[in-house]
């Protein structure tokens, strides 16, 4: 049942691009498909609780039947008054049903007995990433300073297959810093290390010089912003939408303004009739990416963090919008450590540091002149487009 459920909401959560592909039958029939072995054991269920509740109408009946066969004797043979017989009758088919009754919840017994093991099972996980708001160290003036010191790493779900192998690079407080590399080779992994979803097995990720596992979860995730290639926007007003980007204090409707000025935004959204009031839709539906993508950069400007994350977020857009959520992106940039995971090579070549990564590890770093004097990997990249081996 839960695959099936995935399915469909897999399929409505993407169903332009299954109508676009002409794929609607497939996933009816691998829906149809995935209910088809629950429907099989709710069949053997409804087996189990027809003959439960067969036996639960059977002891009322076959009681009911013995109370009175046994009461008439006892009137004819030993003179018991019949009032007697009746009471005795009486409690006797009530607490029957109730047996009988109890007797057809046993299916539900096993069933709440393995999902309440399951719930305090995971009641019970201590997960090896502390999200306590107390523990873990919290600074004032952070800085964003980030080194990534020997970092080897294996997902826990894929443990045949080290990720990251040695992965050495740093970035000084309002650097940026590019990873460049082709798919697959860890860039993401890198920057979640960063976010603390996952810790390093070896090595280690330095915050301001302090080793990320030592640190204050929820306090170094307010510290980063992030733009990523498919902004997430909520089902409600423009303004609410770039609020979200701070939660911990009320941001006031001038804040919103400005970053949405400096994320090119504001002249586009006083073109609408409802301003800054104007609904999205459901995940922002109603606007084009780059539209959706500058919205995304002003929330991220309204966190004011100190590092910011750029994934891709401009790979996904044409020529004319990505020029115009580029410039926002600089804006964006200020005075802000960045880490930027780029695969048009255009928007890092003024990265303070390029570093390409290949097999999980940083093969060349610098800047993009020094790279292309060079003529390694980044050259060949550059000049042919060659992947990176
Ligand atoms: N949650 C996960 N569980 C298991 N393996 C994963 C997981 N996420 C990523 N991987 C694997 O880790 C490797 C590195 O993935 P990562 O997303 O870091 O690559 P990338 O360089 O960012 O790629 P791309 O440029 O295509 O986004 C890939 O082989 C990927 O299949």
Same mark, same amino acid.
């Given at each position: 049942? !839960? ?6 909401? !897999? ?8 109508? +676009? ?11 149809? #498909?995935?209910? #088809? ?62 047996? $009988? ?5 046993? =299916? ?31 600074? !004032? ?17 894929? =443990? ?38 996952? @810790? ?10 302090? =080793? ?5 979860? =929820? ?5 980063? +912003? ?18 979200? +980007? @701070? ?19 504001? @002249? ?12 999205? %839709?459901?995940? %922002? ?49 200020? +005075? ?15 990265? @303070? ?12 770093? $610098? ?23």
């Amino acid at each position: 049942m !839960e695959e099936a459920g995935q399915v469909s909401s !897999e399929a409505l959560a993407n169903i332009r691009t299954i109508a +676009g592909l002409a794929n609607e039958n497939s996933f009816v029939e691998s829906y149809e #498909e995935k209910l #088809e072995p629950p429907y099989k054991s709710a069949k053997k269920r409804a087996n189990v609780y027809g003959l439960c509740f067969g036996f639960a109408q059977c002891v009322i009946f076959m009681s009911n039947a013995a109370s009175f066969r046994y009461g008439g004797y006892l009137v004819s043979a030993e003179g018991l008054h019949y009032m007697m017989v009746f009471r005795v009758i009486s409690a006797v088919v009530v607490s029957g049903a109730a047996l $009988g009754r109890a007797s057809s919840f046993t =299916p539900d017994y096993a069933k709440a007995k393995s999902a309440a093991a399951h719930f305090f099972k995971l009641l019970d996980r201590v997960p090896k990433i502390n999200m306590s708001h107390t523990e873990g160290e919290k600074w !004032e003036n952070f800085r964003g300073e980030i080194k990534f010191v020997d970092c080897k790493f294996t997902y826990p779900t894929r =443990p045949d297959v080290q990720v990251l192998n040695n992965l050495v690079v740093s970035v000084k407080p309002g650097q940026t810093l590019a990873f460049v590399g082709s798919s697959g080779c860890g860039k993401s992994t890198s920057v979640q290390l960063l976010e603390r979803f996952y @810790d390093p097995d070896e090595g280690q990720v330095l915050i301001d010089g302090r =080793p990320s596992l030592r640190v204050n979860v =929820p306090f170094l995730r307010s510290q980063i +912003g992030i733009v990523s290639q498919e902004p997430v926007l909520f089902g409600c007003s423009i303004a609410e939408n770039i609020q979200y +980007g @701070d939660n911990t204090r009320s941001v006031s409707m001038e804040e919103i303004v400005e970053a949405a000025k400096k994320a090119y935004l504001h @002249d586009f959204v006083m073109s609408l009739p409802n301003k800054y009031e104007t609904q999205v %839709g459901v995940h %922002g539906s109603q606007l084009s990416r780059g539209q959706k993508q500058r919205v995304a950069i002003a929330r991220a400007i309204v966190r004011n963090p100190k590092i910011l994350l750029l994934d891709e977020a401009t790979s996904a857009l044409d020529t004319e919008s990505e020029k115009i959520v580029q410039c926002a992106l600089n804006e964006a940039m200020k +005075g802000r450590t960045c880490i930027v995971i780029a695969h048009r090579l255009s928007t890092i070549q003024k990265a @303070d540091i390029i570093a390409v990564m290949s097999n999980g590890a940083v093969i060349e770093q $610098g800047t993009h002149d020094k790279l292309m004097a060079e003529k390694g990997a980044y050259y060949k990249l550059v000049t042919t487009g060659a992947p990176i081996s």
